[in-house]
């Protein structure tokens, strides 16, 4: 394969991302901001924090109000159309903190549901230690190599499905402070020995799963607890639905035995907890044809200011079954797509 737009081939771009690529070669923002600034049609203003989308006596959007975090100084970003792309969790305390007498209950939020039916990608973990140097670390991740319980039995009494993958995602660092097998040595000779002789033999089984959409699972502002730029701070308020906690556990069960199916000669399962943390978050600005139900329509524009869009995973009103970015990316690329045709069109 040719290099493709003067970036070469990175064959371990996993590790890439977690441990640098010096020449910034892949990083998906920065693969799509050189074209842009080379258009000379973008301005990036770094340590600018914003803190709440202004709104005209119309209720049409007019622009971001924001903090310039070096000196403190409040400054205000005008455009024709205001686009939110901060997560489920950024975008919803934006929103929230553009209270104004057209919309008391936050920005957009007509519906009520603005931070509501957060969701995250559940999953249940499994591992595995092997007789032979399987040397994970030297790959990238494979994902979803084994798709059979996408959709479940019924008879199972289970909502949702998933897929597994298996990977070995650890850093030296990482692997020693909480991949370990159960009960092994933390000190000394002992300790350093089974190191050696895991760190290469090691791999874990991955089963992504759904996690179901709850109202009370949400991101809200802190009624007390404020940033250092005076911004209220978000609140998350989350529990797995008892069914996930079962799906995890369905799929770490599954895991160990395609584990074993393998050849390790030692298997452990991760206990399955309800989250308190995630990398993926999703839901809190739902999609949908009813405004009364949702917060943003299929264009990703918001029902209640038709200048005004939210490009995140805060749009989705399922999980899905593993991660969400492809699926951000094509809904950014198609609301792009969507905004300059309503701007031509002078929609908006």
Known sequence: MDDWDGRGLISTEWLQRHLGDPDLRIFDVTVHLRPALASGNLDILPNAMAREVTLDRQGKATGITFIDKASGRECHAAGRVVVLAASSQESVRLLLNSKSNLFPNGLANSSGVVGKYLMFNGGGYSNGVFEHEVNGYKGIVATRLVWDLYELDPKLGLSGGGGFDFRFADTPINFVMGSLPPDSPTWGSAFKKLVENTYNRQLSCYGHTTSLPVATNSISLDPSLKDAWGVPAI??????????????????????????????????????????????????????????????????????????????????VTSGRGQPTMTIQALAFRAGDNIAGFAKRREI
């Open 235 to 316: 609140r998350m308020t989350y529990q797995d639905h008892p069914n996930d906690m079962k799906l995890y556990q369905y799929f770490a069960d599954r895991g160990e035995e395609l584990l074993k199916a393998a050849g390790a000669k030692q298997t452990w399962k991760a206990k399955p907890e309800s989250q308190d943390f995630s990398v993926h978050l999703l839901g809190t600005c739902r999609m949908g044809n009813d405004p009364k139900t949702s917060v943003v329509d299929k264009y990703n524009r918001t029902h209640d200011v038709k200048n005004l869009f939210i490009v995140d995973g805060s749009s989705l």
